[in-house]
């Protein structure tokens, strides 16, 4: 069955901090991830995406994630953290055609000052 | 404007009630989306409409009863509201191109049953 694990729950980090968010996925065929965020009482903006081609994307607000086949991952960095990307970021991956999201538990991350 | 809006923001009602929430896309997508998120922020996607079709339906009571009056909007309809119908419920919408397709959500109702 398809799946998304997302290992870590929380994550803190400080404030111009490099970030590294884990994601790997079970799927047997060619996967489609996505990256989403959701701020506090928001709903969920798209921050990348991998289809094909290129395994290194770059999204918006500064972040990037790398698919890596070999290890079933696609975990998503940024950087330098600002205080503004302290949120809940979701993992996914789409199945049927992408009809359907499979979503990982979701990472919190908390930027300290 | 908004480009998948969903009515109301949130809901507070009593068990046994039936409740509707409502989903606009503005975006000319042909495919949307119902999904629940618990209290432990899971997400699961409940159903699936393109062109007013249904094409996935998982595992939901069938007190929940998704409409499709048209390509543009899906609501969601539930009927005798139990305590674990509580929950954030977000719609989404894409439009499929080939195999490719992208989910734009909605921000969310949070539903709470009291």
């Known amino acids: 069955a398809q799946s998304v694990t997302q290992p870590d729950i929380h994550i803190t980090v400080s404030e111009g901090a490099s970030l590294e968010l884990r994601c790997n996925y079970s799927?047997?065929?060619?996967?489609?991830l996505f990256w989403y965020v959701q701020s506090p009482g928001q709903g969920l903006q798209l921050l990348l995406k991998?289809?094909?081609?290129?395994?290194l994307v770059q999204g918006i607000k500064g972040f990037e994630a790398e698919f890596k086949r070999s290890q079933s991952s696609f975990n998503l960095r940024k950087p330098s953290v600002h205080w503004s990307d302290a949120a809940e970021y979701f993992c996914?991956?789409?199945?049927?055609?992408?009809?359907?999201?499979?979503f990982g538990s979701g990472t919190r991350l908390l930027v300290r000052p | 404007d908004t480009a998948v809006s969903q009515t109301p923001k949130y809901l507070v009602t009593q068990m046994g009630n039936d409740k509707s929430i409502k989903c606009e896309q503005n975006?000319?997508?042909?495919?949307m989306y119902w999904y629940k998120q618990d209290s432990k922020k899971f997400l699961k996607i409940m159903f699936s409409?393109?062109?007013?079709?249904?094409?996935i339906n998982e595992t939901v009571p069938n007190r929940f009863s998704p409409k499709s009056p048209d390509k543009a909007h899906l609501n969601l309809h539930i009927n005798s509201l139990e305590l674990g119908d509580s929950a954030v419920y977000f719609c989404?919408?894409?439009?499929?191109?080939?195999?490719?397709?992208?989910?734009?959500f909605g921000p969310g109702t949070r539903l709470l049953v009291l």
């Open positions: 989404a919408s894409s439009q499929v191109k080939g195999l490719q397709e992208t989910q734009y």
């Open positions: 799927y047997g065929a060619t996967p489609y």
């Open positions: 991998y289809f094909s081609g290129d395994t």
């Open positions: 996914a991956v789409g199945v049927d055609s992408s009809y359907k999201l499979i």
């Open positions: 975006l000319g997508h042909d495919t």
């Open positions: 409409y393109n062109n007013k079709e249904l094409i």
